[in-house]
């Protein structure tokens, strides 16, 4: 491999940097054990996470040590958003959620070999002290005006809501799990979005105060932003999380399928593990032939089977095909089928009606005359079937899996009905 540093400048990956040149010499001279923090606000890590993650991933594939660090302590406090206070979750929930987050970051990063990661948790160096010992061997050694110039605080103080004693602390308590894991594990690098740049100098300012001989080191990655100016991560449906319940894996492929041609090289750089080789082979691609979207397919390819598992990935595929007329939609199993229809216009039905009532109320068509003219036409279809007369109604042996017809208009408009009572 190249020098990590050249990698993860070529892949986009180093927005700020305490000391590139002597963090370049510490990875020659390394191994280098570093970390990264996952705070457990939510029961899923979502696409900025996975930013994080793979990075992690990368550095450690160069030959160097991760600490992956779910925050049971920090994720009872939440660190500042811009606008408002968070709500604080009960401790049993934040528990709850921590598991669930080292399950999902398992999977990704090498548990085993001479650079085995670690799982940490911050719960484990802070639920035991207590708050003289917080203040007087941690909180004196921060300034106040310092930290009330970091830019999440800044923007809250200046803001209505203002923010609490307790999210003021958090970078408190962020800079302490920099020194614990440097003290415990040799760590020497922080790893993180440059949203949160602030806190990871906190904790560097810790341990150069406190170790006064320590090196040690923090990266921030960029802020990932996409062309359409729509903010990255997002779907007209919301977050696109890892959980496979709260983003199905066929919504998470076709959030990577539907990724613009001007984003692609970017997130190709980013999250894929291909070459370099490789991944400007693509972008040749998309350059002589975007219709073919072979950088979106590779990489939606790539990600789903990373993150859900071959076998999902699989079926995901198999259900795109279907779904468009490429396939049998007859062979895909019900729980694919169903989360392939949820991400697409869909209406629940107690009984089966017409083809051009049902096309017009699900939205695929203005009208039913609009309706009857596709027919006509040509252009309509359920469940890959050509429709060829305007009064026909689908009988209950059509539905997939008893309870499903997928309606299509033309190539590309899709849309499904349930039927709840057939």
Known sequence: MTDIVDELKWRGLIALST??????????????TFYCGFDPTAPSLHLGNLVQILTMRRIQE????????????????????????????APEVVAGWVERLRAQIAPLLHFDGPNAAVMVNNLDWTQGLSAIEFLRDIGKHFRVNKMIAKEAVSRRLNSDAGISYTEFSYQILQGMDFLELYRRHGCALQTGGSDQWGNLTSGTDLIHRVEPDAVVHALGTPLITKADGTKFGKTESGTVWLDPEMTTPYAFYQFWVNADDRDVSKFLRIFSFRSREEIEELERQTAERPQARAAQRALAEELTTLVHGADQTAAVIAASKALFGQGELAELDDRTLASALSEVPHIRVAELAPVVDLFSEVGLVASKSAARRTVKEGGAYVNNVKVTAEDHVPGTAELLHGRWLVLRRGKKNLAAVEVTDA
Do not use: C, M, Q
């Not at 000391?19 to 280098?32: I, M, N, Q, S, Y």
């Open 19 to 32: 000391d590139e040149d002597a963090l370049r010499k510490a990875f020659a001279d390394g191994p280098v």
């Open 62 to 89: 160069a030959g160097n040590r991760p600490l992956a660090l779910v925050g049971g302590a920090t994720g009872l406090i939440g660190d500042p958003k811009p606008t408002a206070e968070r709500t604080l979750n």
